[in-house]
Every structure is written in structure tokens, then in C-alpha cells.
């Protein structure tokens, strides 16, 4: 693709009229209400309908779970399987089944969902905040290199937007050390590296199955796990009908009818949604990547605009938003500017900061900790991606006009980018 100008892509050339901003035409003329169905999530049709309907006719409620998760399982190929309520009663489960002694420190992005860092806490557990590398948005190795404590017992990457973060060489580093990998999933529907799904690289990862992920359920989450030990103890924490499903010589046998106090499973309405959606899911990923080479390969011609870089070797899928990024003090102009001349283009464009968990006042306070987590006093990575990306809208359905349309709005902002400053 080296050497090709944005017109070398059929959209025509540059164009250089008036911006919108100052009183031209907008670029982008497509239907409001056709670009609202186009980019609507999440997507439910009559497969969905007649699950839940099917479900409430039948009541055949809980048979749903094992019926997802025996799918979800077949879909992953990860070991061990167990549903759960949310993502964050996954990760609860998935700490608790660490069974690390009090004061043990655990390595995970500040630029991740509370529960990543938080859901430890109840289990005596401390996070130690690593840094995102500025190119990919994911797990920063080397900031993880450089923060490793004599108290470090695993590290949990997270894979920002559906991008893998680098898990063979977090893996090499963390065998290397003693560490346990595990992972937060919960953008990475789909995604996988060297072919192997996203979740089953770690001795334990988790999903999320919320209304905005890959695939939704509304609420919803799932545990994989590598060895019968950690699954037993993940699914006996959240189940109290578990313990006496595992074999006599499970250390969680004993525990038939309690548990260990909590009760996460998965609601079968969800399950049942869930199933209808991962078997589209392979396909919705295929259309909204089609979408994003037809926006982004043009797009990166531009001065400045690059996107989260992804490995030759990574299978990354698109959670939520196709993020680029601009260096904006290089471009000289204000992001504000840009999304207020492109938002007068007519495109859909945003930010949204991330918030750093590393900045939230829990953390702050050593009431909620075994002993105080260490405040990183800045974050170079995250800080840049914050400041430094837009957010397009994802696209499931086939629209070449309406793609070609914001390419020509990037084109003729770009003309007259010396406006913006
Ligand atoms: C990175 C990440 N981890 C975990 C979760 C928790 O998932 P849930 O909302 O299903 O509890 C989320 C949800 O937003 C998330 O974005």
C-alpha cells in the first residue's frame, strides 16, 4: 500500500472548499437516520427475540448456562469455563481463586475499568499501576520491568479497544519472574494472537458481556480457566450448586451448598442473548474491520494520523470506537478545534479520556489496603493517549458512500489544517 495518495483510493481529490466550520457545505451528506442504524449497538434481531421468548415460554431457565458456556468454551478453546453476572464478578472470582497471601502486589493498567484494579482488594491483594505503551494503548512491559517488586505475584494485561496486548513476550518476562498471567478481556470479543484466543493465554481471564462490549448480553460475564484448581475455586466462590459437581478430592468439594459467599451467576436471559450473539460474532467482527481498512487505510495517508499499532501476528478486533491517533502539539493544532471543524463536517467524531485508576480516591486511602498502593506520579502513556486520540463510530453494515464521505471531511480539513491553530 506504500506510496499511495489518499485519491488513489477512489475517494477523488483532495477537496479544498470552504470548511463547514467557516460557513461551506458539510462533507458528509449521508441520512442522519441511516448513519443512526448503521452504527447503532448493540444489534439484536429476531434471533434474539425468539431466545427470550422461546426461554420465557419454556422455562427451561438454567439450562441456558452450561449451554453457553459449553459453546463459549468450543469458541475459545480454553480449558474451563464458568459463567458469571458482569465481568466484574469475574474478576472477583478470578482473585479469589489466586488464594495469594495478604499483602501480595499484582501488576494491572491504570488505564483500564475499576474492577481490573479493585476487585483484589477483597481478597488483601495491592495493585501495583503500570503505565500503556503510547503506540498501542495496551500493557507497557517495560514500565512493568521497571516497577517489579519484591511482593509481585502476577500481572493481569488488559487489551484496550480489542487490541492483544503483547502476550508472548509479557508471558517470557513473567515465567522469567515467577509471575501468574492472567487477563482482562472484556474488549477482546474475537481477538486473538498466534491464533489463540484472547483469555486463554493466562492461567485465568475474564469477559464482560455488558451492553457496549463485542458481544452483548446487556449484563454478563464469563471465567476461563487453565487448570481444574482455579476453576473450581473461581466457579465455588459464586455457586454454592458448584461444590458438589467437583469431584470427591477437590479441595472445594466440602464446601457443597455455600460456597464461599457469593452468588454470580449469569442471568439466563443473558445467557441466552449471549448465545444468539457469538454466533455473529465472528462475522459483525469481519464487517466493522472491512469498514475500519476502508476508513483507516486512507485516513493514515494523512499528515499525522496514525492508529494503535497492531502485530502482524495479533488478530485485534474493534470494541466500541475506531481510536486514531495525532500527535497534536506536532500537527499544531488544538483537538478541540479539529473535532469542532469535523463535528461541523458532519462526522460523528469524539474523545473520551480514560479515567486513570491510579488518580481515584480509593486508592489514595490505606483504610481500603493491606498496605497503601504506590501512586504513580505520572503515566506517560496513558496521559498521551488520552490527549492524543479521536474516536470515529464503528460501522456494521456495508455503507462505501458513507465511509467515502468522511474520508473526503479528513481530506478538507486537512487542506486547510493551517485554520485550525
Ligand atoms: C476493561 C474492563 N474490565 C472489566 C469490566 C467489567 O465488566 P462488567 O461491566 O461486565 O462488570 C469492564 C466493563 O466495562 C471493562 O471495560
Redesign the pocket.
Known amino acids: 500500500m506504500a506510496g499511495l495518495t489518499v485519491a488513489d483510493y477512489g475517494f477523488g481529490a483532495p477537496k479544498t472548499e470552504t470548511l463547514a466550520v467557516a460557513g461551506g457545505e458539510k462533507a458528509v451528506t449521508y441520512p442522519n437516520d441511516q448513519i443512526a442504524a448503521l452504527t447503532k449497538w448493540p444489534r439484536y434481531g429476531d434471533a434474539e427475540k425468539k431466545a427470550l421468548c422461546d426461554l420465557l415460554d419454556n422455562n427451561k431457565f438454567y439450562e441456558e448456562l452450561p449451554a453457553f458456556e459449553k459453546e463459549w468454551k468450543d469458541y475459545t478453546q480454553a480449558a474451563f469455563v464458568k459463567n458469571?453476572?458482569?465481568?466484574?464478578?469475574?474478576?472477583t472470582s478470578m482473585y479469589f481463586a489466586l488464594d495469594l497471601p495478604a499483602g501480595s502486589e499484582i501488576m494491572v493498567p491504570s488505564y483500564?475499568?475499576?474492577?481490573?484494579c479493585l476487585a483484589m482488594r477483597f481478597f488483601g491483594c495491592v495493585p501495583i499501576f503500570i503505565d500503556i505503551n503510547p503506540k498501542t494503548a495496551t500493557f507497557d512491559l517495560e514500565d512493568a520491568r521497571r516497577k517489579l517488586t519484591s511482593r509481585t505475584r502476577a500481572v493481569v494485561p488488559?487489551?484496550?479497544w480489542g487490541l492483544p496486548c503483547e502476550m508472548d513476550r509479557i508471558s517470557e518476562w513473567a515465567k522469567e519472574k515467577g509471575l501468574i498471567v492472567l487477563e482482562?478481556?472484556?474488549?477482546a470479543h474475537g481477538a486473538s494472537m498466534q491464533g489463540k484466543k484472547m483469555g486463554t493465554w493466562g492461567a485465568m481471564g475474564?469477559?464482560?458481556?455488558?451492553a457496549?462490549?463485542g458481544m452483548p448480553s446487556i449484563?454478563?460475564?464469563v471465567g476461563m480457566y487453565q487448570t481444574r484448581e482455579y476453576f473450581e475455586r473461581a466457579a465455588a466462590f459464586g455457586e454454592y450448586n458448584d461444590p458438589v459437581k467437583f469431584p470427591k478430592d477437590s479441595p472445594v468439594h466440602a464446601y457443597e451448598g455455600t460456597g464461599f459467599g457469593q452468588k454470580y451467576r449469569m442471568h439466563p436471559l443473558a445467557a441466552a442473548l449471549a448465545r444468539q450473539q457469538l454466533k455473529g460474532l465472528d462475522a459483525t467482527n469481519q464487517l466493522v474491520e472491512k469498514n475500519v481498512r476502508a476508513m483507516n487505510d486512507p485516513l493514515t495517508k494523512l499528515a499525522g494520523i496514525t492508529e494503535p499499532h497492531c502485530r502482524a501476528d495479533q488478530k485485534r478486533v474493534y470494541?466500541y470506537r475506531n481510536m486514531l491517533l495525532m500527535d497534536f502539539k506536532k500537527l499544531g493544532f488544538p483537538r478541540d478545534a479539529l473535532v469542532k471543524a469535523l463535528k461541523a463536517e458532519g462526522v460523528d467524531v469524539s474523545f473520551w479520556d480514560y479515567p486513570e485508576q491510579h488518580k481515584l480516591k480509593i486508592y489514595s486511602e490505606a483504610k481500603w489496603w493491606n498496605h497503601p498502593p504506590t501512586i504513580p506520579a505520572s503515566m506517560p502513556g496513558n496521559a498521551y493517549i488520552n490527549a492524543n486520540h479521536i474516536f470515529l463510530p464503528l460501522i456494521y453494515g456495508d455503507a462505501p458512500d458513507l465511509v467515502a464521505q468522511y474520508v473526503q471531511a479528513f481530506e478538507k480539513v486537512w487542506a486547510h489544517r493551517s485554520e485550525l491553530a
Not at 458469571?84 to 474478576?91: D, E, F, P, R, V
Open positions: 458469571h453476572i458482569n465481568g466484574t464478578s469475574a474478576l483500564t475499568f475499576f474492577a481490573t488488559m487489551h484496550s482482562d478481556a472484556a474488549h475474564i469477559y464482560s458481556f455488558q457496549s462490549k449484563e454478563g460475564g470494541y
